[in-house]
């Protein structure tokens, strides 16, 4: 089957920088995406990685390793809209293109 | 109105009732998705369509009735619910299946 895990929740400070990682075991791999949802609100993309590195895109960056299975999201210079949670999501092969989310990071920015 | 709407935006049905949940897409996208999302649970596929046609069912009890009558509506017709059904109801698109997903609002549903 497949297993994605990342963190329950993280609590940082306004101005902070965040970390969250997520590990998947996956037959095979399509790609890697990260989705920001914010309390009873619907899922929005943020990032989208199929190749090993570093994607930046303004103060939010996501980098992968397809040979560790690993991949993790930076978030920099931290505000309390930030405050949400942070899906992880992989397409493997397996599955087609269907997209497998792991259980969300809670993220909560504290002043 | 642009992106992903998805009406109800809350919904509570008793166990005996029939109801539907509605989905329209106006970016031009191929592919359709819902997804079932439960306190402390991972998202989790329900149904795919590509091309209007169903591409996945996702071991869905037959108590949830999906229908996609063309690339840009999505439905999910309800029947004979059990409270453990309640949930948000998540619609998605995206131009071809593996892509970005843009998701709807969601339907908050609450089955008594």
């Known amino acids: ?111 | 109105e642009t992106g992903v709407t998805q009406t109800p935006r809350h919904l509570v049905m008793g166990m005996t009732n029939k109801k539907s949940l509605k989905c329209e897409q106006h970016l031009g996208h191929n592919a359709m998705y819902w997804y079932k999302q439960s306190a402390k649970k991972p998202l989790e596929l329900m149904f795919v369509y590509s091309l209007e046609e169903r591409v996945e069912n996702n071991s869905v009890p037959s108590r949830f009735s999906p229908e996609c009558p063309n690339s840009s509506h999505l439905f999910l017709h309800l029947h004979t619910l059990q409270p453990e059904d309640s949930a948000l109801y998540l619609c998605a698109s995206s131009q071809e299946e593996g892509q970005e997903q843009f998701f709807g609002p969601g339907t908050r549903l609450t089955v008594l």
């Open chain 1, 1 to 111: 089957g497949q297993n994605i895990d990342q963190p329950t929740e993280m609590t940082a400070t306004e101005g902070a920088i965040v970390q969250i990682n997520c590990t998947y075991q996956t037959s095979g791999f399509n790609g890697l995406f990260w989705y920001q949802q914010h309390a009873g609100e619907a899922p929005t993309f943020l990032s989208y990685n199929v190749l090993d590195g570093l994607e930046e895109k303004g103060r939010f960056s996501s980098f992968l390793s397809r040979s560790k299975g690993y991949s993790y999201l930076l978030l920099k210079e931290l505000q309390m809209k930030d405050s949400a949670s942070y899906l992880c999501a992989v397409t493997p092969k397996a599955a087609g293109n269907k997209l497998t989310f792991g259980g969300g990071t809670r993220v909560l920015v504290k002043p």
